[in-house]
């Protein structure tokens, strides 16, 4: 008789079970590292056809540095004042004497340069294949980068239109409008999450009428003329290739973008003339950090006095209580 615990057998069924439960393992882990490689690839797709589909800027070239420029005359009531230049050619009529903390050019070499590279600039900015329509009227819409197309006259009746750059500082907004663009009295344009003046051109095919109190953004480059009605003020460009520019007490902040002194466009923006109000930003901040620092100073000397005052008096507390004769007092009247 044999002894002892008989020797435990795997049943044929079992051993096949177990070998298709390993390979249906290693499937699944070659298809998982199939999936993440093609889910990683699709990502590198995305990226480089995102990357590859943004809106390259339009190179204003030798027009970047100028705050006005006409082709026939410009005319101007009141205080007006553009922090760039101011270039007129072919015509050589200024009038109105606005003040130009750039330089003025009439008629000149410099001027017809820089119409020359408006010329360029303006049928760039025509050629560019849309990414959808501006509509009619631009009151309440939000536009996020890209290049949007007005079959005819585009209209800001009334509010504000915003432009999302998405955080992206780089982002390029291009309107192509085949006629008039007009604005409504005390209307504007607001750029929000990275989006800058300097990257936003409005492509006119014909005039361009900004309304009373308009707050407006950008680079109008007009076929015709430009009209800035009363108190219009302009962080940008108003450029008419043909036409006449008429102001009447405005204020134009000519914008750069940092990564090009040409006017190429892209990265963050440098406000030729806003350093005054840089200016005074900073020195706010300046302000502002010595008044933080001064309270840090006396902070730690205000905490440290009541500190060291608390200690001294737990300590004499202490003292008084060692000192108090309770004890030997009973213990005189017990032996006593």
């Avoid at 026939?72 to 072919?90: A, Q, R, Y």
């Avoid at 361009?208 to 109190?213: F, I």
């Amino acid at each position: 008789m044999t002894s002892g615990v008989p020797p435990k057998c795997e049943s044929p069924i079992g051993d096949s079970l177990a070998v298709i439960r390993r390979s249906l393992v290693g499937a699944g882990t070659k298809m998982s590292r199939a999936a993440l490689l093609v889910v990683g690839l699709l990502c590198s797709l995305l990226f480089a056809s995102s990357a590859l589909g943004a809106t390259a800027t339009v190179g204003l070239g030798s027009a970047a540095s100028f705050s006005v420029m006409a082709g026939s005359t410009i005319t101007n009531t009141g205080p007006t004042t553009m922090f760039g230049d101011l270039g007129l050619s072919p015509g050589s009529s200024v009038t109105g004497a606005p003040q130009v903390l750039g330089q003025t050019h009439v008629d000149d070499a410099v001027a017809i340069g820089a119409k020359n590279a408006l010329s360029t600039a303006y049928n760039d900015a025509a050629s560019r294949p849309g990414n959808g329509s501006a509509g009619t009227d631009l009151a309440g819409q939000v536009f996020l980068p890209g290049v949007r197309t007005a079959s005819s006259s585009l209209l800001l009746s009334s509010g504000s239109v915003t432009l999302d750059a998405q955080g992206d500082p780089n982002a390029v907004f291009i309107f192509q409008i085949a006629s008039t663009l007009i604005t409504g009295s005390n209307t504007s344009v607001s750029l929000i999450n990275g989006a800058q003046a300097c990257n936003v051109f409005w492509q006119v095919g014909s005039s361009a009428t900004l309304g009373t109190g308009t707050r407006f953004a950008g680079t109008i480059m007009a076929l015709a003329s430009i009209t800035a009605n009363t108190a219009a003020t302009f962080h940008g460009r108003l450029l008419a290739r043909a036409g006449a520019v008429t102001l009447d007490t405005n204020t134009i902040t000519t914008s750069n973008c940092a990564s090009s002194a040409s006017g190429g466009g892209g990265g963050s923006e440098t406000p030729s003339g806003g350093n005054t109000g840089g200016g005074s930003a900073g020195s706010g901040g300046s302000t502002g950090s010595t008044t933080t620092t001064t309270k840090s100073t006396s902070g730690p000397k205000a905490v440290g006095k009541p500190g060291k005052v608390g200690k001294t008096r737990r300590k004499a507390v202490k003292r008084h209580s060692a000192a108090r004769p309770a004890l030997p007092h009973k213990r005189g009247a017990f032996t006593g």
